[in-house]
């Protein structure tokens, strides 16, 4: 069904923009348009208008630059978290997996991405300037950085460091590596197994 | 993150109704409308326009009720096909699934579903009276029933069968069942393999 005749324009062109979507093949297009032409008028205006609504009216914090419906987003906002401690992240989805742990009480500052110079991202194209910025202005203590534990999240975090070096007085850390809870040793990958071995912590069971 | 707090309203919004489209879970959805954000804001308006324009302005051909862009489809249109040969299905993916063999030249009548008394599903609901007049008009010399291969399939069967009972004349024929080309004899249910023991065909390689 691949290159499939449709029967009408306006469904070769819905399917056409569906599939665009990562992740969704013309198969899964076609079967979800076929769903929304089952659907009232209203429900499809719903789900078109609540895409275009988020796209053009979207803001996005002008602190931590995470998305926000106003122009301080709501954690930043927030007089109970604590400002001494940044947790860098990449985008807004580390955002919303952090924040569901409900381990960290402190703000946070999204990046946009991280230094990537295969996909043509440098340092200018990510927020880095406000995040030497938000340090400068001296509340800062301690900077979690918590980025993908990848080649460029690495170098990323290295920058970060350089950035700032003018600052020894911040603490700077990252996410602990070590084998997943609930994994089996096993199947956890070589590198993970050393670093854990590496970083090993007391038992504190005694 | 399934009962997460999300920083926006549009985002969850958006999150939402994307949710509601079949398959896709919370997680799909944020992560499907975290991808619209980052396109341009026409991408984004193609898509909801697309689909609302699909939901708004499609028709069905007053013939076969397939979907279509004008009053009659292009098949019914189409001077080249069959027309003493009707295809009855379900629906438009049955349409492109038999269009996409290549293998059927006549054409379409598509009921909207199968008679389901557990769904709520009547023949009162479904294309069949305009089945019966089109039969009626006298140039229809076969009828293919390609539902599916269920007991609301085979329900519908029967019922169109004895609707049609008084035109003997035309022939009434179901798809082939058997196993599947390709498929191994063991991974075969044991009502396919059953009913293609009782349904073989002459091996026409001598």
Do not use: W
Request: hydrophobic letters at 40%.
């Amino acid at each position: 069904m691949i290159d499939q005749q449709y029967p009408s324009k306006l469904l070769e062109r819905a399917v056409a923009e569906m599939a665009k979507l990562p992740g969704i093949g013309r198969k899964t297009a076609l079967r979800l348009v076929l769903h929304l032409l089952r659907q009232d008028s209203a429900a499809v205006h719903a789900l078109g208008e609540s895409l275009v609504r988020l796209r053009d009216e979207v803001k996005y914090c002008h602190r931590c630059h995470n998305i926000s419906d106003t122009e301080l987003c709501d954690i930043c906002a927030n007089p109970l978290r604590d400002a001494s401690t940044l947790c860098v992240v990449e985008n807004i989805r580390s955002v919303l997996s952090i924040e569901s742990t409900g381990q960290f009480r402190g703000l946070y500052h999204v990046l946009g991405g991280v230094i990537s110079p295969m996909d043509g991202v440098g340092p200018a194209d990510l927020e880095l300037a406000s995040l030497v910025e938000r340090v400068a202005e001296g509340e800062v203590k301690e900077i979690i950085l918590a980025l993908s534990p990848t080649m460029e999240g690495d170098t990323t975090n290295f920058y970060i460091a350089r950035r700032l070096a003018a600052h020894p007085e911040v603490r700077l850390t990252v996410l602990a590596r070590g084998v997943s809870i609930g994994d089996e040793l096993e199947y956890t990958d070589e590198v993970t197994l050393g670093r854990s071995i590496v970083g090993r912590v007391e038992l504190n069971a005694r």
